[in-house]
């Protein structure tokens, strides 16, 4: 066998659950702590119990060893991995995670949020807005944007306040409503022809006044990172960011951002052309109470995530750059790459391998010398010496890999 996860992980499982609580009916995944299925069961059955008062239905629809579930998985379950190292840690049996509220899904999983081609343009019935980044106004012209705006005849206005703004000036986001005018023409026309129109700024139709949609957005320029408990800037501007962000909303959080909006519109690496964003129609007057926006475990999450896919799209790019090797994966097409790198990676972070130089060599090492079982474990016996350290131990793997067959790393 080319790999061995820690011991530590041949002693958890995952379920797949449904459960009722408090009224409301829940999917979720809970890892628990088991020396077999049997002794897992009787865990999950204790934890439901022991939270009687909340729980008045709960069952399990699969259950799977951890380490295999892992295996089989489709994401990179880093994340996973450490929730159960933690848990670990804590000597907690078992652990509710990724749940999903069946009774009140969110937006974006009722199918609430639209995503068509699409680009700002003047309409009858409703004000153009703009919230541009001045940092990147800065960046992509070599101009400063609060001079310009001086003198572009526009309403316009900081979202940040008070001390932030004062020293934040030149890289704070600026609402700035586009009139039906040749002044509002022209800055439109000049956003649009800028290269990087993706990390400038978003655009907004709304029936609200300019007061009113200000007031709306500076509530998403500054939120609370539960999962971190800690208060971080965001950049809600960038479509980049806003698309995860929406889409992790409750309805009631929702409202907060859409009330009164008819579309959002913005350019990314996905929607090189644009995109207009819509909502259910009762969203834009919908009077129902609010809810706090703050950057919850699901967003987290995302963001968690997209450093690991760039260490995964790293790998394909060095892998397809390698020397064809006699004793490497033959990998028919993009696809199949892919697979492989995750499965590898994930196969990584079960033996605690998580560093992303560490991940690159490891992934690099494993496709060097898949076909050849004997060649990895004398890569790893070579390279014990520099055990202590993951990034030196598995560079020195790959580099045996190599080296044994000719090729200089």
């Known amino acids: 066998m080319l790999w061995s996860p820690n011991t530590i992980y041949k002693g958890y499982w995952v379920a797949q659950c449904r459960y009722t609580r408090n009224n409301e009916q829940f999917h979720g995944i809970m890892t628990v702590a088991g020396a077999n299925q049997s002794q897992a069961i009787e865990r999950m059955r204790q934890y439901f119990t022991a939270h009687s008062g909340q729980y008045t239905f709960a069952d399990y629809e699969i259950l799977t060893p951890l380490v295999t579930y892992i295996e089989q998985s489709s994401k990179l379950a880093l994340p996973l991995v450490r929730q159960v190292r933690e848990q670990h840690d804590a000597n907690v049996l078992a652990v509710l995670v990724d749940e999903r509220n069946l009774t009140h899904p969110r937006p974006s999983e009722k199918g609430d949020i639209h995503y068509a081609k699409g680009q700002p343009v003047f309409s009858d019935g409703v004000h153009l807005y703009a919230v541009i980044d001045s940092g990147e106004y800065h960046r992509q012209t070599g101009q400063y944007l609060v001079p310009m705006l001086h003198g572009s005849q526009l309403p316009w206005q900081s979202l940040y306040q008070g001390k932030t703004q004062d020293s934040l000036e030149d890289q704070a986001p600026y609402l700035i409503h586009l009139l039906p005018n040749r002044a509002g023409e ?3 026309e ?5 290269s990087n129109k993706g990390t400038l700024g978003i655009f907004i139709h709304s029936l609200k006044s300019f007061t009113d949609i200000h007031r709306q957005l500076r509530k998403m320029t500054y939120l609370h990172n539960k999962p971190l408990n800690s208060w971080n800037f965001f950049r809600f501007y960038d479509v980049s960011h806003f698309m995860p962000f929406i889409e992790s909303l409750t309805h009631g959080q929702l409202l907060n951002v859409v009330s009164g909006v008819k ?4 350019y990314s690496t996905n929607y ?4 207009k964003i819509t909502f259910h129609s009762d969203y834009l007057y919908d009077t129902r109470p609010r809810e706090p926006l703050f950057i919850n475990e699901k967003l987290y ?9 760039q260490t995964l799209n790293k790998a394909k790019q060095l892998i397809a750059q390698c020397p064809p090797l006699s004793t490497s994966s033959e990998l028919s097409g993009s696809a199949d790459l892919e697979a492989f790198c995750l499965r590898i990676m994930n196969q990584a972070f079960l033996s605690d391998i998580s560093q992303t130089q560490a991940l690159l060599y490891y992934v690099l090492a494993r496709h060097a010398c898949t076909q050849n079982e004997a060649l990895w474990q004398s890569a790893t016996e070579q390279a014990k010496p520099y055990e202590a350290n993951a990034v030196t131990f598995n560079y020195h793997r790959y580099r045996y890999c190599l080296s044994s067959q000719g090729v200089t790393p």
């Open 186 to 188: 022209v800055f439109l």
């Open 190 to 194: 000049h956003c649009s022809s800028l």
């Open 263 to 266: 579309a959002f519109y913005g």
């Open 272 to 275: 090189p052309d644009g995109v």
């Open 301 to 309: 999450r995302h963001y968690a995530a997209l450093t690991l896919v």
